[in-house]
């Protein structure tokens, strides 16, 4: 059985995986090896290199690993057509992502910005103001793992937490639950709303600008999922017409963000460049799902860990 990875991990974990399943040949290669794809059995990747002109070469390709919680830009549709099984990371992300999500909600309450700006220009400045997130409410659209860890941190700090997913069905450490048919009437309740959405056609331009009208002068904004959930040109006029408070944007429609976007100039906009999954551990979890499925792979057991839905597309 031959595994094509198309990045590499460290000497050591390659080392690991020898070792692990010595009856395997590993295959590890910085970007994708057309050659090798045509003859491996499992094929290892972030998802960002498969395309369709490589499905139509493979012959042996059985399971695509990809070491990411995105597939929005592999070809699913001929993937399924083939009877190749897919899997990804799915719930790796939660720890880091809530960190930074919680790190922001907390720096723009406790005007950590100023504070560091005051002490730059060396000024002495006490009438800083400063809001307690105890009593609020968090929006989490999208309360999957993710979510649910970004609920449980916030209920610690005394928040109550509204999940709003597709079906509006109760999820892990949310307080109360609606439906993106709902999603308007919630809206205006919450003081923070968070988005932690695939990139899917049910997905795609779910907010829009008529919602940012809605939602409190004083909310937070908070894009962690895709880009496309909401355009960009509505996110820039409801925060030029201040419509709400902040707006921290990990991902964006397009990628990287243009030099000469308006966001880069913009007071009441944070933008961190899709980074929030980064951690010196994100590889080593990844390789830990895979050599789990791995095993149960070569036993003959194809009840995978975060099995795609590949006609969903998560």
Known sequence: MKI??????????????????????????????????????????????????????VKLLKWIMVASAGLEKMPLKEIAARDIVVTNVRGIHKIPMAESIIAHILSIKKCLPLVAENQKQKVWFRRVQSFELHGSTALIIGPGAIGGEVGRILQAFGVKTIGCNRSGHAAPYMDEMTSFEQIADVLPLA?????????????KGLLTYEHFKSMKPSAIFMNYGRGDVVKET??????????????????????????????WEMDNVIISPHISSHSSQY???ALEIFSNNLALWLNGNKELDNIIVLEKGY
Do not use: C, W
Request: aromatic letters at 12%; zero cysteines; a negative charge.
């Open 4 to 57: 094509l990875f198309s990045f590499l991990p460290k000497p050591e974990q390659q080392a690991n995986l020898l070792e692990e399943f010595p009856e395997v040949e590993f295959i590890f290669h910085k970007g994708l090896d057309e050659n090798e794809l045509k003859s491996a059995d499992i094929f290892v990747t972030y998802g960002e290199d498969i395309e369709l002109s490589h499905l139509e070469t």
């Open 191 to 203: 003081d923070i709303v968070i988005s932690i959405l695939p990139s899917t056609e049910e997905t």
């Open 234 to 263: 509505d996110i820039l006029q409801a925060m030029q017409k201040e419509y709400i408070a902040y707006a921290v944007l990990d991902v964006f429609e397009n990628e990287p963000l243009g030099q000469d976007h308006p966001f």
């Open 283 to 285: 590889l080593v979890r």
